[in-house]
């Protein structure tokens, strides 16, 4: 856990029992009545307090004897969560995709690049078509324009279906630029299911198997299921990041619909 004298961080006795939710939706899942208004503003449900020289961990409702008592520790995507706990989230409201840009685009705004993404439901963030917009307006127009651009406002009919273009472009490269289909990983996650619900190696054999999963097997110890559950892990942040980019390319699809009716 974070403390402010060790970048390292340190071990909580008790705190790393704790199951993780968003901090959106530890609220979204309360009842009004159940919120405790001091905490409700906190970003993180546990810090260490300086005044009392303790790690403090803060209830934002009323918690009833057996329920399930969540601890955010921050906002994260599925990536993060991944990559620092070892897990990932079925639903996560903050999860999202970044995608390579152009070199130029960075220079081309003031905006950390964190802030150039694409939303969980396909949407690109504020800052992204922003920045886009901008790169395709030829280089002696763009300072004329970027308070336009900057403002989240449509430059033109034409760099709207450029910058759209670009997006629709980027993803759909991405995704043909992986060794599988977003319908590939979804037969190899039934496979992984049906490998952890086998009792031994021999029902192992009897279950179809794709090659990924084979090369991995042979690799690790069949019997280690702590290895399939890695596995699992990335196919599975894998086909969610892809069907990130697909819900993209189909709301640029919408959107040039929209702005081309005819």
């Not at 008592?69 to 991944?82: F, I, Q």
């Not at 840009?101 to 969980?120: A, F, G, N, Q």
């Not at 307006?137 to 308070?147: F, I, S």
């Not at 690790?220 to 942040?237: T, Y």
């Amino acid at each position: 856990m974070h403390i402010p004298w060790d970048s390292a961080g340190c071990l909580c006795p008790v705190g790393d029992f704790f199951n993780y939710a968003p901090p959106q939706e530890n609220l979204n899942n309360s009842k009004e009545d159940d919120l405790l208004d001091g905490n409700t503003d906190r970003l993180t449900d546990a810090g260490f307090d300086e005044a009392v020289a303790s790690y403090c961990f803060y209830a934002k409702r009323n918690y009833v004897k057996g329920d399930q008592v969540l601890l955010s520790y921050g906002t994260y995507t599925n990536l993060e969560l991944l990559e620092h706990y070892g897990f990932l989230l079925q639903e996560n409201p903050n999860d999202k995709a970044f995608i390579p840009l152009e070199s130029e685009m960075y220079s081309l705004c003031s905006w950390p690049k964190d802030s150039l993404y694409i939303s969980k439901n396909g949407k690109p963030s504020f800052a992204l078509i922003s920045t886009v917009r901008l790169w395709a307006t030829p280089e002696r127009n763009r300072r004329l324009v970027k308070h336009i651009a900057f403002s989240g406002q449509v430059i033109s009919e034409e760099n709207e279906g450029a910058a759209i273009e670009w997006i629709t472009n980027k993803c759909r490269d991405l995704l043909t630029g992986f060794p599988s289909s977003i319908e590939e990983d979804a037969l190899v996650l039934c496979m992984i299911d049906e490998i952890e619900n086998c009792s031994g190696e021999r029902e192992v054999s009897n279950v179809l198997l794709s090659d990924e999963i084979r090369n991995f097997l042979e690799r690790n110890n069949v019997r280690a299921r702590r290895s399939i559950c890695r596995l699992k892990l990335a196919v599975e942040w894998r086909y969610r990041y892809k069907n990130i980019l697909s819900d993209c390319i189909s709301y640029c699809s919408c959107t040039r619909m929209l702005d081309n009716p005819t």
